[in-house]
């Protein structure tokens, strides 16, 4: 079992989780095995996260695995790249998890969870609707970059953004925190700079989308992310009521890019983050 600090590159699903016999109590189907899965990556407290480039053209190949409601998003985008970002990850999502469950990417469905917030269910996280199984899940794209995160666990979060500039604005806004402030101001502006807004921010992302309420959901100022701690670190996120606690760590995928992600402090983010290169 590794520990939460551990990114590990990851290696076929059969070979880490067992040849899972298809018979048990799910019965004798495809998701029965894929039940036998997760099961296992339940125990294990493991989560998965694979990343990509996405092209500025749709691929005809991956509009055919998109569902109506997906088809329809896509359609109203007015900018084609937008589109292809978006059309893109949804397939590829599908795909990452048909090939880490041993399902067809025909077979998984993406959905919505209720909001935590109002409990509306046109605007909550996404889900894992088909195979029904107790398994997170968190998307996210950034400047033709997209990233699918999967764990254990009531909810997962992940954040990816493509490292720009910051502003000076960001230093006085509703954004950051004072403590946020004072470690952004303590450097330069230039890339240390940049490299600790992008840490702030991926990670207060990253908590929000596993919380389920999205920023508009949440005070920004009140998330404190501990800019200056390498991680992971423990953040504590207060809203929808309620109080809850998650593991937060940096994620190595890309120099160009900035990544955190997110899972509820406890058994679900007790094991290793599996990291998926582009193929």
Known sequence: MGSPREQHQHTPPRARYG???????????????????????????????????????????????????????????????DAAEFVTTRARARRAIGALLGLAPEGIVL??????????????????ARPALPLAISLSRSAGWGVLALGAGPGIGVDAEALRPVGASLLTGSVLTEAERAHLRAHPAGALREAAFHRAWTRKEA???????????????????????????RLTHHGTGRTTRWLVEDLTVDARLAVALARPEGPAARGPVHLHPPA
């Open 207 to 233: 908590v929000v989308k596993a919380v389920g309420v999205g920023l508009v959901g949440t005070a920004l100022d009140r998330l404190e992310t501990r800019p200056e701690r390498a991680g992971p670190v």
């Open 19 to 81: 040849n899972a016999p298809a018979r048990g109590r799910y019965g004798d189907t495809p998701d029965a095995a894929a039940a036998t899965a997760a099961e296992h990556l339940v125990a294990e407290g493991a989560a998965h996260v694979w990343w990509w480039r996405c092209g500025s053209r749709v691929d005809p190949a991956d509009l055919e695995l998109l569902s109506t409601e997906e088809f329809r998003r896509a359609l109203s985008m007015l900018a084609e790249r």
């Open 111 to 128: 959905g919505r969870g209720r909001c935590p917030g109002c409990g509306a269910e046109d605007h909550g996280p996404p889900r894992l």
